[in-house]
């Protein structure tokens, strides 16, 4: 350990407490295994209250069933106390730590119920939802830049992005809500997935989701990554969400060997486009794939009175679907939007209150 003067060794398997400190004890430095790394990555990453709450069950949730042989170390002097508690009963730590995860799962229930509240808005106004996912560093949020027009957070290291970001782009004339989550490692501790579940939720909930690969890797490891990332959306409670899989960073490989990738990814990758985040390479060709996926379109024509609450309906109008046509003619005005089949039919009721006739439906599209 002197020699290559390290600081710290990581184990990739789960340590108990004694293993742990007879470890550090011949060695002379800090040893931890791979679930206290990924929390303590997890604890440098975290910006949002919902994040640092997420990390703070996950550590609660990770040391409660380690207390036991923790706080026996503590008191035979074997390791200088445990959390500043080793003084305390075994009961009385366990209905500490009881305490502080329901208080926790308590405050992350409330944020859930507000995101949920959000969601339902969303399909008031009649926004389709994409979430990206993927492993952890396949460019999940430099994706989510080039299609947003964005500039958040991103970076080389593991779990840039450990909250849900979401914004609004147009989608070949459509209102969609784009949305960036915390990404996928292999062997996720259980115990994280249910502490981020509140986030990872937004995945369930999508009306599509784009599948980031690092596809410039080994192909060994692309599939072995992308195996995790399918597991895990199925681990989630993910059901009936189509999924194209985007193959990012096309730019670090030849045409041949993106080639025969694909070729290699066949029947493991769901619906396949090719891009460059970076580079925007191939955006176009996603969007459109993107369209495919998403609900039609209905588009309806209506005429409507001039009149005040007329002009207050067409400002929304234009913020929620997409306005083919306005005309003003006289006292009234001819309308035609495109829009989901749900916002339709909610835009149909506001037509008859402020005096509308005539709405026809002319195609789904």
Request: proline share 3%; hydrophobic share 40%.
């Amino acid at each position: 350990m002197e020699k290559v003067k390290a600081e710290k060794i990581i184990i990739d398997n789960e340590l108990k407490p004694a293993q742990a400190y007879n470890l550090a004890k011949i060695t002379g430095v800090e040893v931890i295994d791979r679930y206290r790394l990924i929390l303590e990555i997890f604890a440098r990453r975290a910006t949002s209250k919902e994040a640092k709450l997420q990390i703070t069950l996950a550590e609660l949730q990770y040391q409660l069933p380690r207390a036991r042989e923790s706080v026996r170390l503590a008191r035979t002097g074997e390791q200088p106390g445990f959390m500043g508690l080793g003084q305390y009963e075994i009961d009385i730590y366990y209905e500490h730590v009881k305490r502080q995860m329901a208080q926790i799962r308590r405050e992350l229930q409330n944020i859930r119920e507000k995101r949920g509240l959000h969601r339902k808005r969303r399909l008031e106004l009649g926004f389709s939802l994409v979430s990206l996912a993927g492993y952890t560093n396949a460019g999940k949020s430099t994706l989510f830049n080039s299609l947003t027009k964005e500039s958040t957070l991103v970076g080389p290291g593991l779990f840039t992005t450990l909250s849900t970001t979401t914004r609004r782009i147009n989608v070949d004339g459509r209102k969609v809500l784009i949305t960036d989550t915390v990404g996928f490692i292999d062997r996720l501790p259980l115990e994280l997935i249910e502490a981020f579940h509140s986030t990872l939720e937004e995945t369930i909930f999508s009306d599509l989701i784009l599948l980031i690969v690092d596809v410039s890797e080994p192909i060994s490891d692309v599939t072995r990554k992308l195996n995790v990332c399918l597991d895990t959306i199925n681990d989630i409670g993910v059901i009936g969400v189509p999924i194209i899989t985007v193959l990012n960073k096309i730019d670090l490989i030849t045409d041949k060997s993106l080639n025969a990738r694909i070729k290699q990814l066949e029947g493991l990758a769901p619906n396949p486009v090719p891009v460059s985040a970076i580079k925007s390479i191939n955006l176009n060709e996603l969007v459109n794939s993107i369209t495919t996926f998403l609900e039609e379109y209905v588009t309806i024509t209506f005429i409507i009175p001039q009149n005040s609450e007329s002009m207050s309906l067409i400002s929304e109008l234009y913020n929620q679907a997409d306005v083919v046509c306005v005309n003003y003619c006289n006292d009234e005005i001819n309308v035609t939007i495109s829009a989901l089949p749900s916002f339709i039919g909610k835009i149909q009721g506001r037509i008859a209150e402020i005096g509308g006739n005539q709405v026809k439906i002319i195609e789904g599209i």
